[in-house]
Antibody
Framework: EVQLVESGGGLVQPGGSLRLSCAAS????????INWVRQAPGKGLEWVSY????????YYADSVKGRFTISRDNAKNSLYLQMNSLRAEDTAVYYC????????????WGQGTLVTVSS | DIQMTQSPSSLSASVGDRVTITCRAS??????LNWYQQKPGKAPKLLIY???SLQSGVPSRFSGSGSGTDFTLTISSLQPEDFATYYC????????FGQGTRLEIK
């Protein structure tokens, strides 16, 4: 069974940092691109970042470019999102989502981890 | 960035109704359009990819159509478990989502 499990969320002050993790199981992690998608409370879905299978291709939404860094460790079946210079508007549930065929079709999602940026 | 606009933003319907949700792209995206269903407190679920291909396990009452800039998601006969929020998403370039359509019980 394909599983994605996010962790690392919590309460952080504006300007602070947080590192999210996504642990994958039930599939060959190294064969799939992965995305981070977030959802602010009561709002819609916002794509955050993409990383290809070998980490050779990475994209970021303009709203997080220069502040967030996506990475992966295929040996550990894990995905990461380093979030720096956090702002109140970064408050959201963060999901990792598998890319079905490197085609921006997100076929499996984790349960999400909540990040709250507040003083 | 390609902007995606869904209509309506919310919709009330009854079990057994046929429902259509529309999604419009700000530029042509060919057939690179996907649909997701999200229930409260849960992660989104892929329903349809590539405009009209049903994801494995998704009931056949869901269907998608369109091309270019205009797309539709149709539920042929609403079931109680279909009341949720639906999002379209373009996969032509770095992905963007529509704002969502909340489907409520009448």
């Amino acid at each position: 069974e394909v599983q994605l499990v996010e962790s690392g969320g919590g309460l952080v002050q504006p300007g602070g940092s947080l590192r999210l993790s996504c642990a994958a199981s039930g599939f060959t992690f190294s064969s799939y691109s992965i995305n981070w998608v977030r959802q602010a409370p009561g709002k819609g879905l916002e794509w955050v970042s993409y990383i290809s299978t070998s980490s050779s291709t990475i994209y970021y939404a303009d709203s997080v470019k220069g502040r967030f860094t996506i990475s992966r460790d295929n040996a550990k079946n894990s995905l990461y999102l380093q979030m720096n210079s956090l702002r109140a508007e970064d408050t959201a549930v963060y999901y990792c989502a598998r890319d079905r065929s490197s085609s921006w079709q997100l076929d499996y999602w984790g349960q999400g981890t909540l990040v709250t940026v507040s003083s | 960035d390609i902007q995606m606009t869904q209509s309506p933003s919310s919709l009330s319907a009854s079990v057994g109704d046929r429902v259509t949700i529309t999604c419009r792209a700000s530029q042509s995206i060919s057939s690179y359009l996907n649909w997701y269903q999200q229930k409260p407190g849960k992660a989104p679920k892929l329903l349809i990819y590539g405009t009209s291909s049903l994801q494995s396990g998704v009931p056949s009452r869901f269907s998608g159509s369109g091309s270019g800039t205009d797309f539709t998601l149709t539920i042929s006969s609403l079931q109680p478990e279909d009341f949720a929020t639906y999002y379209c998403q373009q996969s032509y370039s770095t992905l963007t989502f529509g704002q969502g359509t909340r489907l409520e019980i009448k």
